[in-house]
C-alpha cells in the first residue's frame, strides 16, 4: 500500500493519544454529542477516496472525519479488506448489512462507503448522536450497545475500537479550517 503523509499524521495521533491517556485520568476525552447533521463542519481531508467519502457523507448528513476515522480504523484505507468475521471492504460491512443498504458489490469504494455511510446515520440516530455508543455500535452492532444497558459492550475488541476511532476523529477534527 502507498504511504500517505496523514497516515502517518493518524497514527501519531493515535500514539500520542495512548501515550497521553497513560499520564491522565481519565484517558481519553469523548463529546457526548455529534455536531448536528445540519451543519457539518467538513475538514478538507487529502485522502484515499476523499471524494466519495465527502460525496455519500452530504448525502446523509454525517461528518466526513467520523467516516475517514472508521474506514481507517475499519481497513486502513484498503477495498479489498476481508475480516477474519466476514465484514468486506473499505468500512468492513457484514454481507447482511451490505445487502440491507443495496450494496451489491461491497469491493466497490462508492458502493462501500455509500452503505457504511447509510449505516452510520441510522447509527446516529438510533443513538441520538452519541459518538462513543455510535462507533461501539458500528463495531459491535446496535443490539450489543443495547443489550449492554446502552453503554460500550464488554468486549475487548470494542473497548479498544472506540477510543481509537475516536482518536483518529480529534485529530483529523484539528485538521479542519477554522472560521
Known sequence: MKAFP?????????????????ANDPPFF????????????????????????????????????????LIWAESSYDPKAVSPSGAEGLMQLMPATAKRYGVRDPFDPKQNIDGGVKHLRELLDQFDGDLE???????????????????????????????????????????????
Not at 484515499?48 to 448528513?61: D, F, L, N, Q
Not at 446496535?142 to 475487548?156: E, F, K, L, S
Open 133 to 179: 455508543l455510535v462507533v461501539a455500535a458500528y463495531n459491535a452492532g446496535a443490539n450489543a450497545v443495547i443489550r449492554a444497558g446502552n453503554r460500550i459492550p464488554p468486549y475487548p475488541q470494542t473497548a479498544a475500537y472506540v477510543p481509537k476511532v475516536i482518536a483518529y476523529y480529534h485529530h483529523l477534527e484539528t485538521l479542519a479550517p477554522q472560521p
Open 30 to 69: 469523548i463529546p457526548s454529542r455529534l455536531m448536528q447533521p445540519a451543519a457539518p463542519a467538513l475538514a478538507k481531508i487529502e485522502a484515499p477516496y476523499a471524494r466519495i467519502v465527502e460525496t455519500a457523507s452530504r448525502a446523509h448528513g454525517v461528518e466526513g472525519r467520523l467516516v475517514h476515522a
Open 6 to 22: 496523514w497516515v502517518a499524521a493518524l497514527a501519531a495521533a493515535w500514539l500520542g493519544a495512548q501515550a497521553q491517556a497513560a
